[in-house]
Nanobody, 125 residues
Framework: QVQLEESGGGLVQAGGSLRLSCLLS????????MGWFRQPPGKEREFAAT???????LYADAVKGRFTISRDNAKNTVYLHMNNLKSEDTAVYYC???????????????????WGQGTQVTVSS
């Protein structure tokens, strides 16, 4: 059973940076698409970024150019580097995983069966 553990959230001023990490255990990391989603206060969960098992990357328009997703297969970890943070980036950030052998990149939350517990990111203006 795959388990995901996020870390790295916190409070940061607008314009600042944070790096989120997500460690996957219980599965072969190199066969998993890894996604980052976020849920702002009072809103639905939304897609932020994904990196496929093959390394294909997609970003939501809201984070493109400011966030960078990467993976370290040796450490079973996916990262989300967040720069130039804005108040609207305030949310609980969730790591998600789906086992895949496909050449399709997934951005819908219901495509990912495994989720972490979430980590809070708060950006003060």
């Amino acid at each position: 059973q795959v388990q995901l553990e996020e870390s790295g959230g916190g409070l940061v001023q607008a314009g600042g940076s944070l790096r989120l990490s997500c460690l996957l255990s219980g599965g072969t990391f190199t066969r998993y698409d890894m996604g980052w989603f976020r849920q702002p206060p009072g809103k639905e969960r939304e897609f932020a970024a994904t990196i496929s098992w093959r390394g294909t990357i997609l970003y939501a328009d809201a984070v493109k150019g400011r966030f960078t997703i990467s993976r370290d297969n040796a450490k079973n970890t996916v990262y989300l580097h967040m720069n130039n943070l804005k108040s609207e980036d305030t949310a609980v950030y969730y790591c998600a995983a789906r086992w895949s052998s496909a050449y399709t990149t997934y951005r819908m939350s219901n495509e990912y069966p495994s989720w972490g517990q979430g980590t809070q990111v708060t950006v003060s203006s």
